[in-house]
């Protein structure tokens, strides 16, 4: 193998880092905008459908339709006017580029995706936000929905109401405020509000919640959050109780099919109207956080109080039980100053959590329900709130019926209105059409902070300065009260963990942006979706402890390659500032609530660093590495072509097996590998690490492997196999493509698959066809191969033809994931991915990211290599009890 490249890497880096940097940043500045953004149709949003003609090609999966009878006055915002809150969901949706390339296209073609059994039409992709007010302050919530022009379509989504006279708009309304304020909407904004029945989209929100959403609903008793997964076919009947001012309680049989069977005047209203009264506290956070640092003995009359320090075991009360609430302050000549106002809190809290608890539980008894799920802002993410309610419904239960709490609480009857709309197509979504994203300064609350308005940047940056000050509060311990009980049905004071409570503020992080992508769908060659998880190892407290030090660890280090990517400017530092900054609210947030996000796996960590870098138009922070470690790695493949061309077929496909775990040590998200790139050249690393290739390997199934391919079976090669390639340079060059070319002489169609979006230095579906390209000039079966699979657009002219001994040609195809990290999740990925698997015999994931990771336990419905060096102590212990450097080699047949 020739070696020509024997610059010390971190010369490479020094020199010209700069320069390459700001090249990268110009040519991929132009990619980026037409990758950044998942959802990918061009179309305008689904409304009225009624004459609708497809524009622009039959070939585009997500043509322009128009929409004649479209009328103009349906806007995507609905709004929920309560007695205490106004709260508003809306919907964007970004700059629809076409990213349709002549790979794609090609690709699809030969994956007859453009015809036969998809949608003729597309339901609308886009983001839906959540975003909350106090009703006494409507004048925040008018000038927030001025200021985004969200009556009118909002800022980002110029176009697909242009033309509306103001006097023409109507937005639909639910909640008394619905009534008392269109007029103030019609003379302020100039628009209609359309009423909606409240029951009707309070019922209608959490139906889709719980249909859509994966971590919607949890449990939460004695301090603990637990997600609970909702099995479609067995969601109704269940009992909705909707505490906000006031409390509805509804028994819900199906969709549209329910009955408000009770409700209670006792309800968040009471809670925040008599203890604003009794402590004089101005907000309603504050009175919150009171209640974490009371005692309510001192107010409360308990069993012990009458029964002189004893149980009632009688009949099962413990000594702390509350009696009567309040009880206390008959008996004695005090007055309301004597009492402290943490201790009233807690006695409201408590009396009105309990009453709800017991009312809720009476009902769900009465109708024989065994699901009671709690929604409305009362319950604000409160731990202590949802543990006494959760005490309730299981004391007066005895453990019969269970009380779950909605990750979006207080947006049911929003969300309901929002989907009253006419043909939203929001009924057809699935969950795996979903995808959550928290970014900083999504302007979930109203009052002092706002959100910046979508797509500006620089505000948003300011506005994440701002909040970053706050920073006490964003990370500041959640008042996770763990109330211990005696045992008997008493319940102490909170014992919080800290005693602010997290801000509504920071609360912005707990519910994040839904993005709608109707491209999306579930891997079809899972064995099991519904039992799949693709996280390897739960990421428990502990567990993320350690990731947490690992993430900041090489932050800095992030930060310099994300900003040299985009040219060093000052512009590139402050959006680097503030990218760190943002990681590392989510990371404390994180680390003081794991499950604040929803059940939070690796993967999902690992991807939020990469959204984050995005959301501070981070385009590609290790693009000059990948370029540099390619540029490298295709000027020594001829040599490995031909060094692996001369061995017999079994010592080949070992030596090829070998050289992709050995290539993927280039992985800049390994601590440890980035200090090896230090103490070598690319090249020296690589034969390194093929040098150290000792078997056998710590998972080692090679021979398996090698019986199927070349003995078994060696008469019915697979027909199609699908490789998950992980990182640029040689990983993917002197690795993956060497094992893809080996396949393709077996007759096997290759396609490989690539991320959508860059992550670390993973190769994306971009890049690939730019790169089979240069190996192709030193490889006729890649070349034929890949003109087969439409990859080689512009024939290369003046290529020596050495195809004599190339088979008939199969073709080579380039699929992108439909994910921008470097784990998959493989209950959403890409259509065409999902389209690519439908004949596919054979799997090949590569990589820590998608092979460790994840999926390590995962089973498909066809044959799964997974293939990776481990290269992290800590996982190579937990996981196969062994050493970093380790490689695992699992090959696990289906039959
Ligand atoms: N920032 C807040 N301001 C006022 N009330 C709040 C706030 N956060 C939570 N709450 C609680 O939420 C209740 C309102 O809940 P919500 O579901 O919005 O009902 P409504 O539609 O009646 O306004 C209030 O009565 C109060 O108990
Ligand atoms: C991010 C990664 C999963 C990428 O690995 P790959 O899939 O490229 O093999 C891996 O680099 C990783 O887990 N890194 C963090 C651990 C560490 O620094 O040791
Ligand atoms: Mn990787």
Known sequence: MADNNSDPIQDELGAGVKHEAEEAAASSAAQATATAMLPRSSSRPQLDLSGAAIHGTLEDRNPTILLPNQSDDISHLAL???????????????????????????????????????????????????????????????????????????????????????DDIVIKATGGGAYKYADLFKERLGVSLEKEDE???????????????????????????????????????????????????????????????????????????????????????????????????????????????????????????????????????????????????????????????????LNALRYGLKRIFFGGFFIRGHAYTMDTISFAVNFWSKGEAQAMFLRHEGFLGALGAFMSYEKHGLDDLRVHHLVERFPMGAPYVGGKIHGPPLGDLNAKISWMEKFVQKGTQIIAPVPMGVPATTGMGGFERPTSKGDILRSDASAALNVGVLHLVPTLDVFPLL?????????????????FKYWFKILSDHLPDLVDMAVASEGGTDDAKRRGDAFAHAFSAHLARLMEEPAAYGKFGLADLLELREECLREFQFVDAYISIKQRENEASLAVLPDLLMELDSMNEESRLLALIEGVLAANIFDWGSRACVELYHKGTIIEIYRMSRKKMQRPWRIDDFDMFKRRMLSDRKDQPYKRALLFVDNSGADVVL??????????????????????????????????????????KHCGILRKAAEAGGLLVDAMAGIQDDLKDAPESVPLMVVENGCGSPCIDFRQVSSELAAAAKDADLLILEGMGRALHTNLNARFKCDALKLAMVKNQRLAEKLFNGNIYDCICKFEPVS
């Open 80 to 166: 929920d006017i309560g007695g205490s809150l106004i709260k508003l969901v809306y919907f964007s949706r970004h700059a629809e580029l076409s990213t349709e390339d002549k790979r794609k296209i090609s690709t699809k073609r030969r994956l007859g995706m453009f015809n036969g059994g998809r949608r003729s039409y597309p339901i609308l992709g886009g983001r839906l936000h959540f975003v909350k007010f106090e009703t006494e302050k409507l004048n925040e919530c008018l000038d927030f929905i001025s200021s985004k022009q969200l009556h009118r379509g909002g800022v980002d989504s110029p176009s697909w109401r242009s033309g509306a006279q103001p």
């Open 527 to 543: 064995e099991d979706p519904k039992t799949y998880e693709p996280n390897t190892i739960d990421l428990d407290q502990d567990e």
């Open 199 to 361: 029951m009707d989209c309070l019922v209608a929100g959490a139906n889709f919640l719980l249909k859509a959403i994966r971590h919607e609903a949890f449990t939460h008793m004695d301090g603990h959050k637990e997600y609970v997964q909702i099995d479609q076919n067995d969601l109704f009947p269940f009992l909705l109780v909707n505490v906000g001012s006031g409390v509805s309680i509804i028994k819900v049989d199906g969709h549209a099919k329910f009955q408000r069977v009770s409700g209670t005047n006792v309800g968040g209203g009471t809670y925040w109207g008599l203890g604003r009264l009794m402590t004089k506290c101005k907000s309603f956070d504050e009175l919150l956080e009171l209640s974490q640092r009371g005692d309510n003995s001192t107010i409360d009359m308990l069993v012990g109080d009458i029964y002189g320090g004893l149980d009632y075991s009688k009949i099962g009360l413990s000594a702390s039980t509350i009696a009567s609430s309040f009880g206390k302050t008959i008996s004695e000549n005090k007055e309301l100053s004597d009492y402290r106002p943490e201790d009233i809190s807690l006695s409201l809290l408590r009396m009105i959590s309990y009453n709800i608890g017991q009312i809720s539980y």
């Open 735 to 776: 690795g993956m493509l060497p094992l893809a070319r080996e396949l393709l002489r077996h007759g096997t169609e290759v396609v490989l698959v690539a991320n959508s979006l860059p992550a670390l230095n993973d190769v994306t579906a971009n890049e690939l066809p730019q790169i089979i390209a240069e190996a192709s």
